[in-house]
């Protein structure tokens, strides 16, 4: 059983994750542990996503690449075909982690 501090807390490691969503802050004062276990799912799965996207970054920059103004322009020029073979899933982690796990989180509160 959670405190409603912890459920308000919750809420929030929620909301940093994937953005404030009045849907699920309805469900806070229902939140439990199946709750926190959907929630330690999702945040696995956004730092994965976001994980992949760092690697992108790196890859195609370069791993003592400097982030100047103009530096994927001349990565694009190098002939490089890095897009096209890395994995990009971490564009948009916040929307796609949101997508797949809004429903397991309002669900958990039944």
Known sequence: MLTEEEKQTLYKVI??????????????????????????????????????????????????????????????RGGRDIVQTSNARGYGCAMSVKSRWKTPIVMSTF
């Open 15 to 76: 909301a940093a994750a994937i953005g404030e969503d009045a849907y699920i802050k309805t469900y806070v004062p229902r939140f439990n542990d199946a709750t926190v276990s959907v929630v330690e799912e999702m945040l696995s799965a956004n730092a994965i996503c976001n994980k992949h996207m760092r690697e992108l970054v790196a890859d195609l920059a370069g791993a003592s690449a400097h982030f100047t103004k103009g530096w994927l322009k001349r990565v694009l």
